[in-house]
Every structure is written in structure tokens, then in C-alpha cells.
């Protein structure tokens, strides 16, 4: 009689058993784990907006896990869309046109979660309009 378990009358096997070498075992392991990964990939684009509607020549850049991306002009509107990579803060750091600089603070954000931050320049200083999660 077989000490081996059997599930709907097939044996189970063990990943030895799949295996036709020690090299071929650990090909087989790398593989899996790296489908695994790539199904927790995040790939949700995050968006930050800030009206400058009462400074139109301002510029504006986000700093966000380590990285630093320029806001395109689109009118009076600064805006960029980043997938979020780590969890922490951030800020989107706003050139005046009288040559002044306020910082929009970009509050908690984790990869994977959509998020997007917008805010509206007031007479030379940030203000939130609205920090949608969903």
C-alpha cells in the first residue's frame, strides 16, 4: 500500500517530484514567484492639479516618493498623473510669477490606491479643493 495521499483519486505530487533537476527546480520556483509579482504590480495613475488661475505664469513640480515630475500647463491649469510607487507624503511646490514659491501638500499616499489631489492657487498661497480616494 502507498503512503502517498491522493486528492479525487490522483497522487499529489511535491514540487520535487515536478522537478527533473536541482537547475530545473529552481527555473520552475523563479518563474512562479515572478508571475506572482507581476500580479501586484500597482498601475493605478494618481493626478495632481492646481488652478493658477490668479498667477497665469506660474510653474510647478511634485516631489513624491524621491521623485520629482514638472505639472504641464493646459490653460490655467498645472497638472500630472504619477503611478505612486511608495507610501509616504509629497508636495507639489509652486514657482509664482513674482517670483515667490508656495508648496501644496500632498497628503498620505500608498501604491495601488487612485488618488487624486487638486488645489487652487489664492492670492500667492495653496489651497486644497478637493483630495478624492477611490
Same mark, same amino acid.
Given at each position: 500500500?502507498?503512503?502517498?495521499?491522493?486528492?479525487?483519486?490522483?497522487?499529489?505530487?511535491?514540487?520535487?517530484?515536478?522537478?527533473? !533537476?536541482?537547475?530545473? %527546480? =529552481?527555473? @520552475?520556483?523563479? +518563474?512562479?514567484?515572478?508571475?506572482? $509579482?507581476?500580479?501586484? *504590480?500597482? &498601475?493605478?495613475?494618481?493626478?495632481?492639479?492646481?488652478?493658477?488661475?490668479?498667477?497665469?505664469?506660474?510653474?510647478? !513640480?511634485?516631489?513624491? %516618493? =524621491?521623485? @520629482?515630475?514638472? +505639472?504641464?500647463?493646459?490653460?490655467? $491649469?498645472?497638472?500630472? *498623473?504619477? &503611478?505612486?510607487?511608495?507610501?509616504?507624503?509629497?508636495?507639489?511646490?509652486?514657482?509664482?510669477?513674482?517670483?515667490?514659491?508656495?508648496?501644496?501638500?500632498?497628503?498620505?499616499?500608498?501604491?495601488?490606491?487612485?488618488?487624486?489631489?487638486?488645489?487652487?492657487?489664492?492670492?500667492?498661497?495653496?489651497?486644497?479643493?478637493?483630495?478624492?480616494?477611490?
Amino acid at each position: 500500500m502507498s503512503a502517498r495521499r491522493q486528492v479525487y483519486g490522483a497522487p499529489i505530487r511535491s514540487i520535487a517530484d515536478l522537478c527533473l !533537476t536541482r537547475e530545473d %527546480c =529552481g527555473m @520552475k520556483l523563479w +518563474l512562479a514567484g515572478l508571475a506572482l $509579482l507581476g500580479g501586484c *504590480s500597482p &498601475t493605478v495613475a494618481n493626478t495632481f492639479e492646481v488652478d493658477s488661475g490668479s498667477s497665469p505664469g506660474a510653474a510647478a !513640480t511634485l516631489t513624491i %516618493c =524621491g521623485n @520629482k515630475t514638472p +505639472l504641464k500647463r493646459s490653460g490655467a $491649469l498645472l497638472a500630472t *498623473s504619477r &503611478t505612486i510607487t511608495c507610501e509616504g507624503h509629497g508636495e507639489v511646490r509652486v514657482q509664482l510669477t513674482n517670483g515667490g514659491v508656495t508648496a501644496c501638500p500632498v497628503g498620505y499616499v500608498t501604491p495601488g490606491l487612485k488618488q487624486d489631489f487638486r488645489f487652487r492657487l489664492d492670492d500667492g498661497k495653496c489651497e486644497p479643493i478637493v483630495a478624492n480616494v477611490g
